[in-house]
Every structure is written in structure tokens, then in C-alpha cells.
């Protein structure tokens, strides 16, 4: 999806759910201009980012490539998913300077053809990096 039918079908949902204004300063001024896709880490999976040096074991006495890469997969697995599944448009309103973050998934579904949100797809396991 290009940035052109992202700001279009962004705009359609918020004029839907009639938040076409900012709640902060009330101005009709969302900034589609400057929209950005963005991810937010949670705490939890933040935290498990680069814990091997926190402990004082980075450096391994053997070289144990195929381990040292599947620790790498899931200390990154927060970012990941972030990145990939939990997606978030970043809207900021040229008046005030507000900034909202929407979940881009849940607009996309929202706003696809006919409208109806699809049953929820359990998600599976992690995509592999190659
Ligand atoms: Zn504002």
C-alpha cells in the first residue's frame, strides 16, 4: 500500500469515527503530510535486548554460531513484531502539536471493502529471518 491510499483510507476511518479534529486543541489540522508508520517496544521486550552483556557473557568461549544466532532471533522478537504486526500510524496536528498513534492493522481491516472487520487469524508462530 502506497502513502497515498494510507492518508485516503485514514482519512475516510477518522471522518467515520468523527475525530477529524484534534482532541487536544479542538483545530481541524491533521498533518497527512508528515503521517509516519512507527513502532512502539514494549517494556518487557525491550529489557531482553542485549541481556548476554548485562550479565557480563559476551564473550562466549566457543564459537556457537547457530546459538549465539537464536538468542539474537529472540531478543529481537519484541522488534519484530512491532515492526510488523503491531504497526502504528504516527498523525500529528500542524495547530497544536499533538501527536496520536493509531493502530495501523485494525484502520486497514476497518476501512477494506465492504467494512466489516474479518475474524481475528490466530497469528502463528514467529516469521523467520533468513
Ligand atoms: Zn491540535
Do not use: Y
Amino acid at each position: 500500500m502506497d502513502r497515498n491510499q494510507m492518508e485516503q483510507r485514514l482519512k475516510a476511518w477518522l471522518e467515520e469515527k468523527r475525530a477529524s479534529k484534534c482532541p487536544l486543541c479542538g483545530e481541524e489540522s491533521w498533518d497527512f503530510g508528515d503521517l509516519r508508520q512507527v513502532f512502539l517496544i514494549g517494556a518487557a521486550g525491550g529489557a531482553e535486548i542485549g541481556k548476554e552483556v548485562q550479565r557480563g557473557i559476551s564473550a562466549p568461549r566457543r564459537f556457537e554460531p547457530q546459538r549465539q544466532l537464536r538468542e539474537l532471533r529472540n531478543q529481537l522478537r519484541a522488534v519484530r513484531n512491532s515492526a510488523t504486526i503491531n504497526r502504528l500510524l504516527q498523525l500529528t496536528c500542524n495547530h497544536c502539536g499533538h501527536v496520536v498513534l493509531l493502530h495501523a492493522a485494525k484502520i486497514l481491516r476497518e476501512t477494506e471493502e465492504g467494512g466489516h472487520e474479518p475474524p481475528r487469524v490466530h497469528e502463528g508462530p514467529e516469521p523467520q529471518i533468513s
